[in-house]
Every structure is written in structure tokens, then in C-alpha cells.
């Protein structure tokens, strides 16, 4: 059953081939056999996901409709809120909080018969690419334990890898979905800024983040954003577009799309890596697309740019974990500003701590203009850029990350770490729908991932062209062999 | 300031107005005033994380029919700022606020000062969301975040006020814009208007500001009046005790309170650094963009304005500019008013005694007329008395004593039923005491004679007091004059 995608197992289900208490106790007996090692799952609702799919068994012995996801176990990165769970957010200052209401996203896929299955873990705050920044526990990559899953979304990328649940939801920020989907070796969408809606996603940088799907195919990841990627009244940053319909023209192919590749901004890449995305290019070719060479230099910049952009919106965001109204107050404090330092001293974690200083540095008088206002007219100059590159192509190929997974532990220097996100960054800076899939193993095994950019907007052409990819590289069937047991 | 005549005040008024929305400026909590803490919350009010604001409608409108009713300019582009500081009460410990693109830019009020009409500039006229509020008990603080997102315009002035009288004019006419458009309840015990002013002085004829310094939440335009006051006498004193040192020394930059009981401004901090909010757009709301269009639908739904109002009084009911200010100042008190006139032709004499008579009357209470139960129409009819000759200003002074510790009660029906403000209007009654006074006054009565136009006032006075004042005085002037002929 785990093989099986999504749409699959709703089919099953619908079919009367299976009932949807049986999917959920099988996917239950995996989580609990399986993730003691990978350690994807922070929370699991046992009883409560039980619970929904006997109302589900009972709602489709009435024949009563039943929705695009019915029956089917999905489950949620810890920064997103369902309502009466845990939401730590993968800090220990959040352990005690539980969310006062689901998210839109919860709401709508719920609204489908979806069953919630568990909360994933994650960086703090969804602040790192590697999920070693979770103040609570270790996640592991299924395809290698010793390896890191990535990050932040690395216990949905995980848990959906291992096939512990066909979907998985994660934020990205600045690659934070499709990182570790690429490392994961499974599918990892990031829509359009304002496609989906942020309400109920607790925030690190307001003006980056999206929540996006983690499947083990493109078709599913295009069936989850069918139900979510809609307007929503609760955010104001929410896109004004209808509701699209993204499976119907799957099929079509790639025939005569221009794909844009910055060679030049992937000089140095690492050859291995380098060689698995021309490969990738290769296979689009195959599939009838054309190739054009874009100037992208100005990506450079992408990194300082989001380290600004990103921790001054995180600084501000952040400050609401005080410890006066929620959260874990510090034993320790007995006057007001010793609940707050003392709170978030030992409430947050160094890569946190470190963003917040910066975040509150860049925009201190004095040196915003230097930092936050020169990082927004880069930003703005990025998004031009993309404009135009996007009167040449319909869309742009880069590898998701100039690195496999890395051992766990094995990356100790932060900007090192940053820099894996070079590819991945300049896509939130610019609002852009992109995606991530497998696109093959590296030499030591471990599998890596292509990204599809589009313009905004233009989230069906970007899941169209990945599946028509996938459907030549078939790399997103391939499971760890850990996963493979039944 | 004739007080300190080689001295000048500048004065700048920064006055916050909670809006009368029904919701709140980001959520869909009531905007409610005095419920129990923490209920009229939600998930934005409180700071949850995952919660996101979203822009109320009404507030943008009533801040564009302010904006429209100072004729300012209207931006149309604003956008909404994070200012960070970290205090209980501030849910999210930053405030959204409107940083350097406000909704309003610019403006002028114009309030009546001793008589004569003057002009102040407005600078700008901003939207933010209020805090929660602080409750202090024996050995710990609570926060109701009940009123944590209530709208809120801060209206800021030029550093064009030169008086405390001015201050007070011009807080007054912003208060009565906001009541007239129906944006704001603007009362000041509830805190729903609140007043901060920034206050320096220099020698008359120096162009460059010296250091200022801020009073906080003066609760009352007597509390803010008295506050300038000593805040002016302070730093007059201050300069003038101190001749000889550099003048930036003198006054240090600082936020001060005004202690009611003590009569003086208490320094809370000093200012030695500017504070750093480290304001930056909000980037969980999109800017508030406006057509052309809706700011003239805004500008033509605005009802009659208290300028216009005040103008039109002077003109058509003959009020003194100085008294049709203050009556037209208070939305209540003006259509109490205009409900009284409605029942009584006498514009100037009912402006009297809602201003003078009655509003003296209330001084020591809580109440005021139009709260107090004494209906307009009784008011009317009290005038009308008067002027027809029923009672005389010295019993309609009593007759209005009982109204106000009767409210309800008819002043027609207080005069009929106490037989003390019934009238002497028999002539034949009168005429008894007019000769009886003439035949005790006989000195007044040659003094008149010879010439002395006073003597007869003093008779009439006589008389007045005989008939312990309920004489209609037109009658004993008529049979003084005609009994004097024949003595």
C-alpha cells in the first residue's frame, strides 16, 4: 500500500478495495515500526487519525461524496498549525503551544477527507537546511541514516521518502521544501508567492514563505494544489487568481517549451553534481524542449540579500515568543525583562539567536539603509531580472542544490551551510513557483534533485514540465531500500 | 502669553482618536469599550503565531473622511509599518503602524481662540493599532488585550500652537471633526481621545527651536491647559534662573506626565537617544491603494462640519463667533441645542444658558446637561418664560436649580407649582409696592428728580426686593415712571 500515490489510495479506497481505517492503521504500523530510526515524526495522532477514518468508512457506507483526498494519511511540518496539536515549530520555547486553530491549509485539505496522521519535524523556526537545528531530535535520511535529510522541512521529506505517508506538507522559505525533497530523492513544490495561504504557518520571513506539498510523484503534488492553492480572506498577501486546474493538461508535454539554464552561474558547480544536472537537461531536450542559455550573474547577490531580508522580517516575527502569553516561560525570571531574556535564552536555539541579532542589526537606525534598503532594491533588481529572462523562456532549470546530503554534523560553519541554498533562494526573493524533482543518485548513492522555476503565476507550467520530466526520468519511483519493506 | 511677555510657547499636538468601528483594524474582534478582559479577542489580538492581519475597511474610511474633512491630502498609496518595542500589553511587541507614507498628509483646523478665528496646520494624520492595557494587582500584572487592536488615528500637528488656550482650541475642533464624521466616540474618560503634547519655549524673535519636552495622556483639555501652564512656567523660570549656561543644558529632552494633584509635570524619562523602533514595511499586508474616485465619494458624504456649522450660527442665529465655537465643539451638546431650538426661537439666550447657566450648574459633576435628564424641550420651554414675561431671570435662575436636581421634570411645571416664582403681574399688587417705595425712598426720589438717572434704578431695585424678584420688571418701570410724576 505504501507504494501506492495518493490518488491511487483514494481510488482503493473509493473502490472498496481497502477501508480507510485499514490505510491508516498500515501507514500508523510503518510510522511506528520505521521512524524510530529516521525520526521524521515529532507527533503522532493515533488515536485521532483512526477516529477520522472511521468517519470516513462510515461517511462512504452512507454514500455520501467523499473528497480528492479521501482516505489518504498527510501529514504537517511543526510550524504549521492544526488545531489542538503541539505546534513546536522544532523549538523547545514551543513545546507547551498548542494551536488555537488550523491552518488554512489544514482546513482546506480536511475539508477533502484528508487524515492528519502527525506533525513533522524540522529546523527551529524552519531557520536552517539540514533539520539539525531542531532543538528537539535528530532526523534522519532514509536513504542513508548517517546523512541528513536537509532542511528545514526535513521530517516531511523524510517521512514522505520512507513512504510513512504519501503526503507531506512543508514551508519554504528559501528552499526549505525543495532541499530536502531533492535530498530525499521525492517531489517538493513551492508555488507561486500568495498562491497559497500563510494563515495558521507560523512565520519566519513573511515576504518569502509558502507552504507547498512533499510527494512521492508531480500528479499528487498537482492534486494538493488544486485544493490549497486558492485565495484566502485571512491573508491579505493571498493571490487574487482563481483556483487552476493543473492535472488536465499533464499530458500535453514539453514539445517546444523554452527552458532557460544559466550556464554561466553554474560554473564551479561540483562535477558530479554538475553532470547529473546535464543529464537532466538532456533528458528535457529529449522530451522536445528547448534549451537557452540566461544570464542569471545577478544571483549572486542572493544570498547576503535573503540573510538580510529574511532575518529582519524573522527578528520582528519572532518577538511575539516573549514568554508572557505563551510558550515556556522561564523558570528562572522574576521580573519582567527577566522573562523575556531569560525566556528566549534558553527558549531558542544558537542558529536562532544568530538570526535574530543579525535581523535586529540590518534594520537598527544607522545601518538600514546600508543592509535592509540596499538588500529590498537588490531584491528588486532580482525580480526584474526574472522578468525579463522570462520574455525569452517559459521557464529555468537549475539544479536544487550544489550538494548531496551531507553527513550528520558534518557541515559546522553557518555560512557554509547558507550557501547550499544559492539555488533555491533567489526563487523567494522573486515570489516564483518552482519545483523539485529527483533527478538521480550521486556517485555515493544519494539522490538529487532538478528545479523548474517559473514566472509567477505560472505554477501548472512548472508541475507540467516536472512531470513530463519525471515521467521520462522515472527517478521519483525509485524508494530507499528502507522504505521497500512492507 | 502675557505672562512671560518676552517669551513664546511652540507647542505641537500629537492626538490619538480610537475609531468606532465595529470591528478591530486587523481582526474581526469587536471593538467594544468596558466588556470583560480578554474577551472581545482573537487569535490577532493576542499575537498568536500563525496569525495574520487583515486590513478593516471601515477604518481605512473613516480615516479618509478625516483626512477629507481637514482638507489634507489623501495618499493614494500608504502602507503599514512594523515598529518594534517589547512591552506586555503589545501583543506581537511590534506595533503596525503607517511609518513614512501615511493615509493623510497635511491639513488645517481652524478653532476659534478669544474671538477670532485662527488656523493650524496638521502634518500628517496616520493609522495604527492601539495596545492592551496593563492591570496592576497586589503582586502581579495582568494585560486585558481587549482593546489591543483597536483602530486608532494619530493626528499629528505642525509646531504651530503658541498658547495652552490654543491647544486646547485646536483639541477641541479636531474632537468635534471626529464626532460630526462619526469617527470616533472621542471620549476622554474612556480613553478613546488622548492628548500628548510636545512643548518648548524661546525668546520672542528667535527663529530655531529649544529643546522640547513631551507631556503624556493629559485626560481632560482643563488637565492639558493646566499642564502647559506650568510646563511654560517651569521652563520660563528654568531659563531665566539660568542666564548663563549654554541653552541645550537647560531643558533636557524628556517624557513627563501631569500629576493632577500636585499641580506639575513629572518627569518619567529622559530622552538622550532617539528610541530605535527599527521600523520596516509590514510585509503581512499590501498597501492601500486609492482611486480618485473614492476619496471624492468620501469627501461629498461628509456631513455638515463644526466649521461650517459654527460659521453658519453666527450668520443665521446671530451667536457670538466665540459662543457658537464652543457650542457647535461638542456634538451632543449642539444637538441638544438643536432640538431646544426647535422649541424656542431664542438662539442667543438658549446658547447662554447651555454654555453659562447650566454648564456652570454641572461643573462639579459628572454628569453635564445632556446627560443629566433635563430634556431640551424643558430647557425651551424655561427660555420662553423668560421672554414672555412669566418669570423673571432671577427666578428662572431657581426654576433652574430644580431642574437640574429634578432632571425630567417640566420647567413650565416647577413654575406652576411653587407659588414663590409665581409672578407679581397684577398691576394693582405692584402699584401698592411702587408707592410704598417711592414714600420710603424720598432722597432717591429728589435725586431723581434732579436729574440723577440712577436713583431710578435703585428704586426698581427696591421694589424687585419686596417682591422677592418676582415683579415683571417692564410693569414696575411703567408705574415708577408714572407714580414719580405725581409726587
Known amino acids: 500500500m505504501h507504494q501506492l500515490s495518493a490518488r491511487e489510495l483514494r481510488q482503493r479506497f473509493l473502490k472498496g478495495e481497502t477501508t480507510a481505517e485499514n490505510i491508516v492503521k498500515y501507514f500508523l504500523e510503518r510510522i511506528d515500526r520505521l521512524d524510530k530510526d529516521i525520526g521524521a515524526f515529532l507527533a503522532v495522532f493515533h488515536q485521532s487519525a483512526l477516529a477520522k477514518a472511521r468517519h470516513l468508512d462510515e461517511k462512504k457506507a452512507q454514500g455520501a461524496p467523499l473528497g480528492k483526498l479521501a482516505g489518504v494519511p498527510v501529514a504537517f511540518k511543526d510550524n504549521i498549525h492544526v488545531r489542538g496539536e503541539i505546534s513546536s515549530c522544532g523549538s523547545k520555547f514551543l513545546t507547551n503551544y498548542r494551536a488555537p486553530f488550523n491552518s488554512t491549509v489544514t482546513d482546506l485539505i480536511e475539508a477533502e477527507d484528508a487524515i492528519v496522521i502527525g506533525k513533522t519535524n524540522c529546523d527551529e523556526f524552519a531557520m536552517g537546511s539540514s533539520t539539525e537545528n531542531s532543538a528537539l531530535q535528530v532526523t534522519h535520511n532514509p536513504w542513508n541514516l548517517n546523512v541528513v535529510p536537509g532542511g528545514s522541512s526535513g521530517g516531511s521529506a523524510a517521512a514522505v521518502a520512507a513512504r510513512l505517508c504519501p503526503i507531506a506538507f512543508g514551508s519554504d522559505t528559501g528552499g526549505s521544501i525543495r532541499q530536502p525533497a531533492a535530498l530525499c530523492g521525492i517531489v517538493g513544490f513551492k508555488p507561486t508567492y500568495g498562491r497559497v495561504s500563510r494563515y495558521g504557518l507560523v512565520a519566519f520571513g513573511s515576504s518569502l514563505d509558502q507552504i507547498g506539498p512533499l510527494t512521492t510523484n508531480v500528479e499528487d503534488a498537482a492534486l494538493v494544489m488544486e485544493i490549497i492553492g486558492r485565495q484566502c480572506e485571512k491573508d491579505s498577501t493571498s493571490l487574487s487568481a482563481p483556483p487552476e486546474s493543473y492535472l488536465e493538461t499533464f499530458t500535453n508535454g514539453i514539445a517546444g517549451m523554452r527552458i532557460g539554464v544559466p550556464w554561466d552561474f553554474l560554473k564551479g558547480l561540483r562535477p558530479e553534481v554538475l553532470a547529473n544536472f546535464q543529464a537532466s537537461i538532456d533528458m528535457l531536450k529529449e522530451q522536445g524542449a528547448e534549451i537557452v542559455d540566461v544570464d542569471l550573474s545577478i544571483m549572486k547577490h542572493a544570498i547576503p540579500v535573503y540573510y538580510i531580508i529574511a532575518t529582519a522580517e524573522a527578528s520582528t516575527n519572532l518577538a511575539r515568543f516573549d514568554g508572557i502569553r505563551y510558550g515556556v516561560r522561564s523558570a528562572r525570571a522574576k521580573t519582567l525583562d527577566e522573562v523575556y531574556d531569560y525566556s528566549k535564552e534558553e527558549g531558542y536555539g544558537p542558529e536562532v539567536k544568530r538570526r535574530i541579532l543579525l535581523g535586529t542589526y540590518v534594520l537598527s537606525a544607522g545601518y538600514q539603509d546600508a543592509y535592509y534598503k540596499k538588500a529590498q532594491k537588490v531584491r528588486t533588481l532580482m525580480i526584474r531580472r526574472f522578468k525579463e529572462i522570462f520574455h525569452d523562456c517559459h521557464l529555468v532549470a537549475t539544479p536544487v542544490s550544489p550538494i548531496e546530503a551531507f553527513g550528520i554534523g558534518a557541515i559546522k560553519d553557518p555560512l557554509e551551510m547558507y550557501l547550499a541554498d544559492i539555488f533555491t533562494i533567489p526563487v523567494n526573493l522573486c515570489g516564483l513557483p518552482a519545483v523539485s524533482v529527483p533527478s538521480g543518485f550521486s556517485p555515493a548513492g544519494l539522490p538529487l534533485g532538478l528545479q523548474l522555476i517559473g514566472p509567477q503565476k505560472h505554477d501548472k507550467n512548472v508541475l507540467h514540465a516536472a512531470y513530463t520530466f519525471d515521467q521520462a526520468a522515472k527517478f521519483s519511483s525509485k524508494m530507499p531500500p528502507l522504505a521497500k519493506q512492507g | ?487
Request: with cysteine.
Open chain 2, 1 to 487: 502669553m502675557s505672562d512671560y511677555p518676552e517669551w513664546e510657547t511652540v507647542i505641537g499636538l500629537e492626538i490619538h482618536a480610537e475609531l468606532n468601528t465595529k470591528s478591530k483594524l486587523f481582526s474581526t474582534a469587536p471593538n467594544r469599550f468596558g466588556d470583560e478582559p480578554n474577551t472581545n479577542i482573537t487569535e490577532v489580538c493576542t499575537g498568536q503565531p500563525g496569525a495574520l492581519p487583515v486590513l478593516n475597511k471601515e477604518a481605512v474610511r473613516k480615516a479618509v473622511q478625516l483626512g477629507c474633512a481637514i482638507n489634507g491630502q489623501v495618499a493614494k498609496f500608504s502602507k503599514f509599518d512594523r515598529k518594534s518595542y517589547f512591552y506586555p500589553d503589545s501583543p506581537r511587541n511590534f506595533q503596525i503602524t503607517q511609518y513614512d507614507q501615511p493615509i493623510v498628509i497635511g491639513g488645517t483646523v481652524i478653532a476659534e481662540v478669544d474671538g477670532v478665528e485662527k488656523s493650524f496646520a496638521v502634518n500628517r494624520v496616520h493609522l495604527e493599532d492601539d495596545a492592551g492595557m496593563l492591570k496592576h494587582f497586589s503582586n502581579f500584572a495582568g494585560v486585558d488585550y481587549n482593546r489591543a487592536g483597536v483602530p486608532l488615528v494619530e493626528i499629528v500637528s505642525e509646531p504651530c500652537i503658541h498658547s495652552p488656550k490654543e491647544a486646547v482650541a485646536y483639541a477641541m475642533a479636531i474632537r468635534a471633526i471626529l464626532m460630526y464624521i462619526d469617527a470616533s466616540d472621542c471620549n476622554m474618560e474612556e480613553g478613546s481621545l488622548r492628548m500628548d503634547a510636545n512643548i518648548s519655549v524661546r525668546k520672542k524673535g528667535e527663529t530655531g527651536l529649544r529643546n522640547k519636552i513631551e507631556i503624556k495622556n493629559m485626560n481632560s483639555f482643563s488637565n492639558m491647559e493646566l499642564a502647559l501652564h506650568a510646563e511654560i512656567a517651569r521652563q520660563v523660570r528654568a531659563y531665566e534662573n539660568n542666564p548663563s549656561a549654554p541653552i541645550h543644558t537647560v531643558i533636557a529632552q524628556a517624557t513627563y506626565r501631569w500629576d493632577p494633584d500636585k499641580k506639575e509635570t513629572v518627569m518619567m524619562r529622559r530622552k538622550e537617544h532617539a528610541d530605535d523602533y527599527r521600523y520596516f514595511p509590514e510585509p503581512d499586508l499590501v498597501p492601500i491603494i486609492l482611486t480618485d474616485q473614492y476619496i471624492e465619494e468620501m469627501r461629498q458624504s461628509l456631513p455638515e462640519l463644526p466649521l461650517q456649522r459654527e460659521r453658519r450660527y453666527v450668520r443665521e442665529l446671530n451667536l457670538s463667533p466665540d459662543s457658537s465655537f464652543h457650542l457647535v465643539s461638542d456634538k451632543p451638546t449642539v444637538e441638544y441645542f438643536e432640538k431646544a431650538l426647535n422649541v424656542c426661537g431664542n438662539a442667543r439666550s438658549l446658547c447662554n444658558w447651555i454654555l453659562v447657566e447650566f454648564a456652570g450648574r454641572f461643573r462639579e459633576s459628572s454628569a453635564n446637561l445632556v446627560t443629566s435628564g433635563i430634556l431640551p424641550e424643558h430647557l425651551a420651554h424655561l427660555v420662553n418664560m423668560i421672554d414672555d414675561g412669566t418669570i423673571t431671570g432671577k427666578i428662572a435662575k431657581q426654576v433652574a436649580d430644580d431642574m437640574v436636581s429634578h432632571p425630567g421634570k417640566d420647567s413650565r411645571k416647577i413654575v406652576s407649582e411653587n407659588p414663590d416664582y409665581q409672578p407679581v403681574g397684577d398691576r394693582a399688587s405692584l402699584e401698592a409696592f411702587v408707592l410704598e417705595v417711592i414714600s420710603e425712598n424720598p432722597q432717591s426720589l429728589a435725586d431723581y428728580k434732579a436729574g440723577k438717572d440712577r436713583a431710578f434704578g435703585f428704586l426698581v431695585g427696591q421694589v424687585m426686593k419686596k417682591t422677592k424678584g418676582k415683579a415683571n420688571p417692564a410693569i414696575v418701570n411703567e408705574l415708577l415712571t408714572e407714580k414719580i410724576k405725581n409726587f
